[in-house]
């Protein structure tokens, strides 16, 4: 059985630690900050926010209080509000600790597409490779397989790139995926959702991955 | 000294609108978009524009009514989704596009407000964004080079203002404001209120005054693009 977009929410949550200053793009990743617990994780939003609070009350929307998905959103007591610049200061600089990011595709070498369709979809990268390039570990949430069943794992990215050798942990339907480093260390498969079998894994991967003993 | 103060936007705008003028623009989706000065834009009918904002607006709205009316030749953004008509012009070949990096375009505006002509960002580094740029090394690691952005005018939307032009913004209202306000030639800010001397604190002030040079009250529809919110617990 294939873990259900929660359940990997609640897996991709496993990789927040106390303290933790964690940028969650759109989509999926969002549903991490359902399953923080007990830990103290303040969210970025890019657009220009930290300490971000959930979805208002009906009647409580403010205009002027939008999370990087134009979402309306609330503050926390923790909040501070910057400018655009400020915000990408401290992703460039290296001040979060955490990004989960969506992806189209991702390749064995820890390179990452998810902006671009060419031809297709033209909307833009937002600030996508910002974070990528900035931020010391990029978790990845991603269906295994797109839509027509093509393995999203692959050796290389035919896509457009968000960036080179990005992506520290893949988490898919199906299985978990780690590399120790970014210096040429293979992705290792980690865990499987209950039911999936290795040879599953593999038939709907065309990634170079290693596997645990 | 002449007063900052204009009675509306076109007024504020009179005299510096130009076919082929570049136009900073600040906001982040509909977020703190200056709403009135994009309407008189419209009005006006510049054509040939080149504007540089995140995002595009949306169909029959912010920056998307300048879309509609074909005044704009080239758009600078970071995320153009949501604008259908948008999609359209660009796939026909009817309109450029330079699409940046959020957070490079707003450094790039930073720059270009602060006298930066260049500087060098490992964002997009080995992507199409790099294609064509300088790379350098710093300590071992690839860097691109990316150009400040100064506009002929620049048109931004504050919370409050004092009549000098010093401005306060609202939440995540801020998000591209502050650099786009350091960026043109000429910078109109449109503001929801203009309070009296003095009431602003002096340490809180986001925008100094001498970024702005001409600034109105307007009007604010302030649409939400998303509205998502929760249900309250029962009690």
């Known amino acids: ?58 009647g409580e929307e403010d205009a002027d209080l939008v999370n990087a998905g134009k979402q309306t959103v609330t503050e926390l007591p923790r909040t501070a509000y910057f400018s655009s610049a400020d ?10 600790n955490l990004s989960i990011l969506g992806a189209m595709e991702v390749a064995g070498n820890g390179d990452l597409a998810n902006w671009m369709v060419p031809g297709k979809m033209v909307k833009g990268m937002g600030g996508a490779m910002d974070l990528v390039a900035g931020t010391p570990r990029i978790v990845v949430m991603m269906e295994h397989c797109d839509k027509a ?12 790139l968000t960036g080179r050798n990005v992506v520290d942990v893949i988490i898919t339907d199906l299985a978990v995926f780690e590399r120790a480093d970014r210096k040429g260390a293979p992705f290792r498969l980690i865990e499987m959702a209950p039911g999936v079998t290795l040879d599953e894994v593999r038939r709907r991967t065309t990634a170079r991955f290693e596997t645990c003993g | 000294m002449a007063s900052k103060v204009y009675p509306n936007a076109d007024a504020a705008l009179d005299g510096l609108l130009f076919d082929g003028m570049t136009i900073v623009s600040g ?8 709403e009135n000065s994009i309407a008189a834009i419209c009005r006006a009918g510049v054509k040939g524009l080149t504007v540089v904002s995140n995002n595009a607006g949306v169909d029959g709205f912010g920056l998307g009514l ?49 006298g930066i002509p260049g500087f060098y960002t490992r964002t997009g580094v080995g992507t199409l964004v790099a294609e064509g740029k300088p790379v350098m090394e710093f300590d071992g690691e ?28 609202r939440k995540t209202a801020r998000n591209f404001n502050p650099m786009a306000a ?44 998303q509205r998502t919110v929760r249900k309250r617990e029962a009690a």
């Not at chain 2, 970071?78 to 990096?101: C, D, H, K, M």
Request: net charge negative; glycine share 12%.
């Open chain 2, 142 to 169: 690839p860097f691109i080079l990316e150009r400040g952005i100064v506009g002929d005018l620049a048109i931004v939307k504050a919370w409050k203002a004092d009549r000098f032009g010093n401005l306060l913004f």
């Open chain 1, 149 to 160: 069943g093509n393995p999203k794992f692959v050796p290389v990215c035919t896509l457009p």
């Open chain 2, 66 to 114: 300048l879309l509609e009316a074909r005044q704009v030749k080239k758009m600078t953004a970071s995320y153009v989704g949501e604008n259908r008509e948008f999609e359209r012009q660009y796939l026909a070949g009817e309109l450029e596009l330079e699409f940046a990096p959020q957070g490079t375009l707003a450094e790039r505006i930073r720059a270009g407000g602060a």
């Open chain 1, 1 to 58: 059985m294939a873990w259900t977009r929660d359940e990997m929410a609640v897996r991709a949550a496993r990789e927040l630690k106390d303290g933790f200053y964690v940028n969650l793009g759109i989509g999926m990743p969002t549903l991490v900050a359902n399953h923080a617990g007990d830990l103290d994780i303040t969210l970025q939003s890019e657009n220009g926010m930290l300490g971000m609070g959930p979805f208002p009350f009906e």
């Open chain 2, 182 to 225: 350091t960026a043109g030639k000429i910078t109109v800010a449109e503001v929801e209120e203009i309070v009296a001397d003095g009431e602003l604190d002096p340490d809180c002030i986001h925008t100094p005054s001498v970024y702005v040079q001409r600034l109105f009250v307007g009007s604010f529809e302030k649409r939400i693009e």
């Open chain 1, 87 to 96: 915000s990408f200061a401290m992703i460039r600089g290296g001040h979060m």
């Open chain 2, 27 to 34: 906001g982040f989706g509909l977020c703190g978009i200056p």
